[in-house]
């Protein structure tokens, strides 16, 4: 059965206060290789000074950074590091698109941080990361390495979110217009022209999980699939969502007019969708979608691809670098 959310002044629970919690790894001394992945225009201008620097001080604290600019030479090095157990860290310095890439181009195990850049990066603020040399180094001298799920749309890994409908459709317009670097203006007309054009199509869903005996089906207008607590500006989607249960949040808005967009938009805001008996929100291990229509998915921010697709929680699947308080912030147990 769909899950509401507890109101907001509800105890915490999953990350907050899991009593079998998980516990942190440090990071092995004898790895000393960081593979810094860099986004084509992360890299240029005043992102190249900061690249530039944060090698600098990678060598002076006794790390070993390599910078690299395509997926491919980022499949070779980390396969090589990873087998000669000297990978410390990739990093993906860009936006979430180069997380991305980092987490699909990478074997299970790697660890991943971030130096923010671009448009957004949701990943780095749910973690605490910023695009600030200094800070680099000392999360990969004195972090603690995590494991939290992933999530998988027809064998492509994300690290947050998939949504089928009205956004999905934004981004994919956003995505056909773009000339360069993306900014966040760039997202104002193809919004308003989804908002007047988009016909906001049927979807269906089947669920499993989380007991192997749970089923079910939904359908809507606009579907989330959430894995991790944050989507862009902010929007309280499924805000208990973990990366630590094996499981994704399906939320399924169920109405499809422009004017209910909004509707829903103006409670996102307020943190009250999911008391309108036209939201309903559940966590599985696994759900399909698929419409009638030609119907775009995004992910993490992304175009995706379109309808059909099946998304899967891949536990553990996504090894992050953090900071010690982030660490006990996720729900992990500290090495003593």
Known sequence: MPVPLPPSDAPPTGEQCDSAAPEATPLGADRRRVLLLVN????????????????????????????????DELTEAAAEAMAQQTLRAVVAIGGD???????????????LAVMPAGTENLLA?????????RELVDLLTGGVEVRLDAG???????????????DADVVHRVHRSRRGNITHLAYAKPFFDALRIYKYPSLRAAWQGPGADAAGGATGRWLFGMNLPRYAQ??????????????IDLCVFKRGYASSAVWYLWNLLRRRHHRLPSVSITPCRE???????KVPYQLDGDPGGFLPVTVRSMPQRLTCIVRPDIAARLGFRLPS
């Open 97 to 111: 698109g180069t997380v991305g890439l980092a987490l699909n181009r990478t074997p299970a195990g790697t660890a």
């Open 287 to 293: 759900f399909s979608v698929e419409s009638d229509e």
């Open 125 to 133: 603020k749910y973690l605490e990361q910023r695009a600030r040399p």
């Open 234 to 247: 902010g929007l309280p989607i499924s805000p208990e969502a973990s990366g630590t249960d094996g499981l």
């Open 40 to 71: 084509r225009k992360a890299g240029a201008g005043r992102g190249a000074r900061k690249v530039a620097e944060a090698e600098t001080l990678l060598r002076e604290s006794g790390l070993d950074p390599c910078r690299l600019q395509t997926p």
């Open 152 to 166: 998988e749309a027809n064998g492509r890994l994300f690290a947050l979110m998939i949504s089928v409908g009205f």
